[in-house]
């Protein structure tokens, strides 16, 4: 008889164990989280726009995250990009002990979890625009093409690759300078 209820006591608990069901997309990180617990009238909101960030819409998040919040995202061996998500500013503020964001209610630690994974992972969307800088974002030091999918595509200059005296030598805006 016990195992009776303790069966479907443990199916129950089994049942949505798994946070990696969300994506790790700016998409789903804004609209599930930043939206509804940052990106208030009176916080960070296009209204508002507190600090220079606005998290209310897909594309103000955007722009504000890689505006140094989610740190930098370089390419590893595998031309794949990567983040430091613990040690991005973004982090900083939503875990720190002293005016711990949001103000009136800490992200649950799986939203701080999946934000730092989605850094971690390269923050896929964030740095990615199509639409701006003609295409090209900077990842690292290489400029990389953006697709129609917000997702990082072949590498169109390393911009570590020594450079004559007097010429541009940074990657920014999405070309070398």
């Known amino acids: 008889m016990d195992r ?20 790790r997309t700016v998409e789903y990180v804004t609209e ?6 940052c990106g208030n009238a009176q916080c960070h909101s296009s209204f508002s726009n507190v600090k220079g960030y606005a998290f209310d819409t897909v594309a103000k998040a955007r722009a504000s995250l890689v505006s140094g919040l ?10 794949e990009p990567v983040g430091d998500g613990q040690s991005s500013f973004l982090y900083t503020v939503l875990t720190r002990p002293v005016d711990r964001m ?46 129609k999918e917000f997702t990082y595509g072949a590498v169109v200059k ?5 450079v004559p005296p007097g010429l541009p030598q940074k990657c920014l805006a999405g070309v070398c300078q």
């Open 4 to 23: 009776l209820i303790w069966l479907p006591a443990l199916a129950l608990a089994a049942c949505g164990t798994d946070d990696y069901q969300r994506p």
């Open 32 to 37: 599930a989280i930043l939206a509804p617990n």
């Open 70 to 79: 989610i740190g930098s995202i370089s390419l590893n061996a595998r031309e």
């Open 102 to 147: 949001p103000y009136d209610q800490p992200l649950l630690n799986a939203d701080i979890k999946l934000i730092t994974d989605w850094i971690d992972f390269g923050a896929p969307g964030a740095q990615c625009d199509p639409a701006a800088s003609e295409g090209m974002v900077c990842v690292g030091t290489k400029v990389v093409e953006c697709d």
């Open 158 to 162: 390393d911009c570590a690759v020594p």
